[in-house]
């Protein structure tokens, strides 16, 4: 839906229309047959048409376009009011500016802050609503530090309240021990597998350099023994060279 022409100070070209809503245009786009609509009315019109409603030229959504610059600064530079002007509001600008004014207007419309008020109330009058609003927070005057809504002051317990708390952080407490144990547990268990696996490693080392030694102090016994024996040919050999 387009701008409300009602709002707009003196004569609107009829270019600046809308063909669907008939209001002025708000982000406009414009068919190749150079009808201009709104964003919103045209994307709602093709859900159901596949034409122009005004001269029933086949159109489609790809084919939307932009409005031409000339027009789109012609649009930008019509003078409106507020649409807070029902309010109290007398702001009179330009349609370019117009969103950024509506959005910080004084005259504006808004919820209160508070958590659980329905109350809508202009801008310029929310600090003294939120002074006096039922569903205001503020600490606790008997001094245990909690943030109380006077709508709770004969409700609130400052006993109960800090022994709730009190059991909160008992029970917060408890899980932190709880998980930091079996985080340890956890990292002992790793620990132990590894020492386990480092421990098969090592015996696996040590059996074999066994079995290593094992062999070498046969070959020395076969050393010695062929050593002997070959003492013992050279003694044989001696004596019958003697004897020779």
């Known amino acids: 839906m387009g701008y409300d022409i009602e709002r707009f100070v003196g004569y609107v070209n009829e270019g600046l229309l809308c063909s669907i809503c008939r209001d002025v245009l708000e982000d406009p ?30 159109i489609d959504v790809s084919l939307l376009r932009p409005l031409y610059r000339y ?38 419309q808004i919820p209160c802050s508070n958590a659980g008020c329905t109350v809508q109330i202009e801008r310029r009058n ?11 927070s503020r600490e606790c005057p008997n001094g245990c530090g ?4 006077s709508a709770e002051d004969t409700q609130h317990n400052c006993v109960a309240e800090l022994r709730t708390e ?8 408890i899980c932190r021990v709880e998980e930091a144990k079996h985080e340890m547990e956890s990292r002992l268990d790793s620990q132990r597998r ?51």
């Not at 909690?146 to 809504?149: A, F, P, Q, R």
């Not at 009190?166 to 407490?173: K, N």
Request: charged content about 30%; aromatic content about 4%; overall charge negative.
């Open 29 to 58: 786009l414009q068919a190749p047959c150079e009808h201009a609509f709104c964003t919103a009315c045209i994307h709602g019109w093709l859900v159901h048409h596949s034409n122009c409603p005004e001269d029933r030229q086949v």
């Open 166 to 173: 009190l059991e909160l952080l008992r029970s917060e407490m």
């Open 126 to 136: 929310l600090d003294g609503h939120l002074a006096v609003c039922e569903f205001r």
């Open 194 to 244: 590894h020492m386990v696996q480092k421990e098969s490693i090592l015996q696996n080392e040590i059996e074999e350099l066994k079995s290593q030694m094992s062999r070498m102090m046969s070959d020395v016994r076969s050393l010695m023994a062929a050593e002997r024996q070959h003492r013992q040919e050279l003694e044989q050999a001696e004596l019958e060279k003697r004897e020779l």
């Open 146 to 149: 909690y943030t109380i809504l």
């Open 71 to 108: 027009m789109k600064n012609d649009l930008n530079r019509l003078q409106l009011h507020c649409r807070n002007r029902d309010y109290g509001c007398e702001m009179v600008c330009s349609l370019e500016s117009i969103d950024r004014h509506e959005r910080e207007c004084e005259y504006s």
